[in-house]
């Protein structure tokens, strides 16, 4: 690699250039997660991890996995805007969860308190 000043300030242009990229990234994917469908409690995977719309109606008794007050919206696997009914969630990529649901790979997040 050369020590010319040009290259050394093409080098920093293109760097800040990545550095500004990033965050435009992040608003693009955010912008898209906000049009993507809610997630079907039918659809295959969603019936294998259990995820249902609603963590209230869980049955405890079948399901030992279930915590009272665990909710999509407390577990580490939920993305997106804070507040928003439904998010994304790193588990269904390109669907919508609803931040009152639940399901079997729950995690409560760092911080997050149960209820
Ligand atoms: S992984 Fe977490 S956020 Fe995603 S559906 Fe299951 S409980 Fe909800």
Not at 40 to 45: A, N, T, V, Y
Not at 55 to 74: E, L, T
């Amino acid at each position: 690699m050369s020590d010319s000043p040009l290259d050394r300030r093409t080098l920093l242009k293109s760097a800040i250039a990545g550095l500004v990229a990033l965050p435009c990234a992040g608003l693009v994917r955010e912008a898209e997660a906000a049009d993507a469908p809610h997630l079907d409690e039918k659809d295959p995977l969603a019936v294998a991890m259990g995820y249902v719309h609603d963590a209230k109606k869980v049955d405890a008794s079948k399901v030992p996995q279930y915590k009272p007050g665990s909710f999509c919206h407390n577990c580490v696997q939920l993305v997106g805007k804070e507040g928003d009914e439904w998010r994304p969630c790193n588990l269904f990529p390109g669907k919508l969860v609803d931040k009152d649901g639940w399901c079997k790979v729950w995690v409560l997040k760092p911080g997050a308190k149960v209820g």
